[in-house]
């Protein structure tokens, strides 16, 4: 099993950055890919940005290229949303996920916590 805890959420203006952490814990040495999920007020939980661990590749969801990064400590095995220019559809809750070696889809989830953009 995998533990994720998401900090780092808050209220802020258009045009300010802010970076989320995700915190893993438990049988990390299995994970071999992490990602960033939001849902917002009334909508489905979209894709925002993954990482696959043993490689370091990174994929965006086209409404996070250019203004948002992912990216992981893996001494602290904590997982990073660096999210520049914010904007307030970027308004949500935002989860992190981890993926087990083989499996197909996120095997864990954290709680979510709540980015809201606004003036």
């Known amino acids: 099993q995998v533990q994720l805890v998401e900090s780092g959420g808050g209220l802020e203006q258009p045009g300010d950055s802010l970076r989320l952490s995700c915190v893993a814990s438990?049988?990390?040495?299995?994970?071999?890919?992490m990602a960033w999920f939001r849902q917002a007020p009334g909508k489905e939980r979209e894709f925002v940005a993954n990482?696959?661990?043993?490689?370091?590749?990174?994929d965006y969801a086209d409404s996070a290229k250019g203004r948002f990064t992912i990216s992981r400590d893996n001494a602290k095995n904590t997982l990073y949303l660096q999210m520049n220019s914010l904007k307030p559809e970027d308004t949500a809750i935002y989860y992190c996920?981890?993926?087990?070696?083989?499996?197909?889809?996120?095997?864990?989830w954290g709680q979510g916590t709540q980015v809201t953009v606004s003036s």
């Open positions: 996920a981890a993926m087990d070696r083989g499996s197909p889809d996120y095997d864990y």
């Open positions: 438990g049988r990390t040495g299995s994970i071999s890919e």
């Open positions: 990482l696959k661990i043993l490689l370091g590749y990174t």
